[in-house]
């Protein structure tokens, strides 16, 4: 308890003051969180035996999230090629090179690079930085209700076979936790309360999601944590799973509804 009170004591101001000053400052927190997450990822499900080179995949998860910061327009271009590439370096790599490992590579790309890059869109939109802190206040206020509630009042398991610490009154005190700061943060800030309550659901259905899927993986391939370098928390995909699902989601809602 005391490693992950103080990892978010440390951690989370740093997050507060990326996000504020934006540019490059933000581009390198959201880079560094997709790049670490990504190398779980591939320490997870490679376990030592990809043909792939890390550094090959690493660079294309760099490129579709530079493109997506300072030329978003051709962020589907890049997408293309970067399959393209990677559908090629199987006859390369033949016989050696899986079809297996090929698709399990590119669904780790678009997965946490992809979807993480909207963390960067998010950023640029009118009223970026509050938008963006109004995601992390949902998400962080999610993971804290869901722990402390579930460990306190936690009875019925929510997936057992994939999670079996999850419990129904974490994920619902989760929710209520975080519909009740993102309420008080959209009337602090004067932002549409309405979608305060809309986008609170959203983050926390979307934050719960996304923990489960790679709680699904970690239980898969029979490991406790992706990595161990945030104390109390594990690895960097274990604290922003939720991030994943939630950044995207949120992004379109935005888009759509306003």
Known sequence: MKQRVLAAVLGIPLIIYLVYRGGFFYFALVLLIALVSLREYLAMVGRGEFILPRGL????????????FYSPENFAFVLIFILLLFA??????????????????MWGILYIAGCLSFLLLLRAREG????????????WANDTGAYFVGLNLGRRKLAPLVSPKKTVE??????????????????????DRGMALGAGLLISLAGYSGDLVISAMKR?????????????????????DSLIFAAPLFYILLALAY
């Open 57 to 68: 995949v690493l660079a294309a998860a760099l490129g579709v999230l530079g493109v997506q």
């Open 88 to 105: 090629f370096l199987h006859v390369l790599f033949f016989p050696r090179l899986t079809p297996w490992e090929l698709m399990t590579v």
């Open 128 to 139: 970026g930085f509050l938008l963006t802190l109004f995601l992390f206040t949902g998400i």
């Open 170 to 191: 974490g994920a619902v005190g989760g929710t209520l936790l975080t519909l009740l700061f993102l309420v008080a943060f959209a009337w602090i800030f004067r932002l």
């Open 220 to 240: 898969h391939f029979h490991i406790k944590d992706t990595g161990a370098i945030i104390p109390g928390h594990g690895g960097f995909l274990d604290r922003f």
